[in-house]
């Protein structure tokens, strides 16, 4: 889908669609005025006294216009309470409108932009969230299908009839629909099956993308490189592991930030085998890995001045004849080695060994992003990621990053006593607990220890990675978070 900006009133702009927008219980139509006819405004008010248009978040509804607009057709969106709106409202009722114009065919739509002079946000941020809401909301993933999505929306236009504000507006719109297609592209890797999207299959994927990007790639191999951990979990597939690192060519300030995303293509669970249902929803366990690549991509094309790398490490983790074996002791690349409890905690396994590199690169903060544990679905479900770390201000700077983004996030505890739970007698430490609960926090207390005292932020996205119902701007299946959360934390 093209984004555009144009200066001209929507009075005279000639599209398929045209889409406005309005709040909860008003009388008349506040968000289309001056946008739409005398007649279509009247005729809207009466569609609010009867009840028809309430203004719900979300709700549409179409309207033919006949002869009396350019547009052929206008659907008025529900912004919901005026006093609970926010950007990601924004994005709601974006993607809202899109899908009505992907339900009638349209090629043009042209739409005002949600959310300005309302909550305190500026023209560009409302159009970022214009812009994010319609391309994350038209989303399809064809996969290999043979028949494809019958209908894509093919521009879409935001409409400004003030000249003083289209400059702003570019800047937003570009900004969004750099970080919005971004984010689909992680949603297409992330919803790909395991037998097509393998350690190989996406290490040249991110040599590909590096160099279309202006992005530097080089891919290791973690054996050769002494990465124990990670050569240990990709014993028991015929698969071999890899080590991607990206990082921006140009000139670049600021601390190191290294984004670590956890890339098992597919976990069976090893010798510590899972149990057959839902199974197949396992090719997610990369879902980490696709988001920092393609933030990587962003960053890139918003050019931003950021000495940014990303650290990705890549396997399968399977029941071959080679496999790891619970009791076993492995080394790492630090040194430290761990005992062997369930071959089925191999993510934290593998970020232990990419943290430590990010460190020898000279990353002076890190923010890991991984698919890690269940406990994480049981404690905050497919609503929000689980946050922890060492450092009580980056929290705080990413929390501030998700509200902006609207991917939420909640802080869970690492407290001393978690590390009693992987006391080992034959090892540094053990790589999860017997039965002890508190799955998210004793997760984060591993990394921990590979982190050290260089300011780290673990983000376990188990339970956001992929959902199980649409909702909002995102459809079923895989979501791209946390793309725009560590885009807006780059920024930021």
Known sequence: MKVSVQNISLTKFKCDLLVVNIFEKVKKPGGATGVIDDSMENHITKLI???????????????????GLPACRVVVIGLGKREDFGLDKARVASAAGIRVGKQVKAKKVATIIHG????????????????????????EFDGNKTEKAPHQVKD?????????????????ARIGEIVANAENNARDLVNSPSNKVTPTYFAKYAQKMAKAAGLKCTVLDPKKRGMAAIHAIAKGSKEPAKMVVLQTRASTRGPRVALIGKGVTFDAGGISLKPSKKLWEMKIDMAGAAAVAEVMRAISQLKLKKDVIAVIPLTENMPGGGALKPGDVVSSLSGITTEIISTDAEGRMILADAITYAKRLGAKIIVDCATLTGGCITALGET???????????????????????????????????????????????????????????????LHKFAGNTPWVHLDI????NISIAKGYLKKGATGVPVRTLVEFIKS
């Open 462 to 465: 188990a339970g956001t990675a």
């Open 156 to 172: 879409l236009v935001l409409v400004e009839k003030d000249r003083r504000k289209v400059k702003l507006i570019k800047i937003g």
């Open 116 to 139: 300005a002079g309302f909550g305190g946000f500026d023209i560009a941020d409302a159009a970022q969230a214009t812009v994010e809401g319609a391309i994350l909301g038209a989303y």
């Open 384 to 446: 929000a990621s689980g946050i922890m770390g060492n450092s009580d201000k980056l929290i705080e700077d990413f929390k501030a990053a998700a509200e902006r983004t609207g991917e939420k996030v909640w802080p869970l505890p690492l407290f001393k006593e978690y590390k009693k739970y992987l006391r080992s007698t034959v090892a540094d430490q053990k790589n999860c607990t017997e039965g002890m609960g508190a799955s998210p926090s004793v997760g984060g207390t591993f």
């Open 49 to 67: 006294s009867s009840g028809e248009i309430e203004g719900k978040l979300g709700e549409k509804t179409l309207i033919h216009t006949f002869e």
